[in-house]
């Protein structure tokens, strides 16, 4: 929308706002639009970024959890050992030979 003004448009807009606020007020309020308008640029910046920042950071927790998934599926299930044989015990009179 801003794109298709022109300088005859610009001029015409120019000469309006002369003629509404004067020539000393002119100047001011250029400073403060100004001001305006670096003020919401800083703030949508500080909005994308932080934005990103979240996506990514969910990005990777996703990728974490995947990851982490994929390893308990690929490792190997553990098998239970084979109970240890007890010894038998040997009598007082009884011995091996």
Not at 21 to 42: C, D, N, T, V, Y
Not at 49 to 69: D, G, H
Not at 77 to 93: H, R
Request: a negative charge; charged letters at 25%; aromatic letters at 4%.
């Amino acid at each position: 929308m801003l794109g298709s003004i022109g300088m005859p448009e610009l001029i015409v807009i120019f000469v309006i706002a002369l003629i509404i606020f004067g020539p000393r007020k002119l100047p001011e309020l250029g400073r403060s639009l100004g001001k305006s308008l670096a003020e919401f640029k800083k703030a949508s910046n500080e909005l994308r970024s932080t934005l990103e920042e979240e996506i990514r950071l969910e990005e990777q927790r996703a990728n974490f959890e995947a990851t982490k998934e994929a390893s308990k599926a690929a490792a190997p299930t553990p098998t239970p050992a084979p109970p240890a044989e007890e010894p038998v015990p040997v009598g007082k009179g009884e011995h091996s030979a």
